[in-house]
């Protein structure tokens, strides 16, 4: 009989008591609330990192741009060439339709690596200079 009440007692934690175990010990997360670009340098937290990184808009809408090509293009290839070049054929009309979702992944991957650092770094250009 005590092993069901010891069980229901260690199930019923209160939410003051579950939150005092989550936290870590030792350290004071109030200083993230209050990081200002003002009072960061004094409190040691780095704005930056609280509000999270930018990115472009070109990447933004590079992304978007390729989610859609990415849904439109394999239904596309596969419909048409069901209908046009292979009449009658899924299987033929399958294949096509992932190859050309592969060629679409293909293209954003090649636009991703061509694509230059938005931020180019200040050691390469000392480097350069000297």
Request: net charge positive; hydrophobic share 45%.
């Amino acid at each position: 009989m005590q092993r069901s009440e010891s069980s229901t007692t260690g199930a019923s934690l209160s939410a003051t008591q579950v939150t005092t175990r989550t936290k870590p010990a030792g350290k004071d997360l109030s200083a993230l609330s209050n990081a200002t670009p003002s009072n960061a340098s004094t409190q040691g937290v780095a704005v930056a990192a609280a509000s999270g990184p930018v990115m472009p808009a070109r990447v933004v809408i590079k992304l978007i741009l390729f989610s859609v090509l990415l849904f439109v293009v394999p239904f596309s290839t596969y419909f048409l060439s069901l209908h046009h070049v292979f009449p009658g054929n899924m299987i033929y009309s399958a294949f096509a339709a992932a190859i050309s979702a592969n060629v679409v992944l293909l293209g954003y991957v090649i636009v991703a690596v061509t694509e230059g650092d938005p931020t180019p770094d200040t050691d390469t250009k000392a480097k350069k200079t000297q």
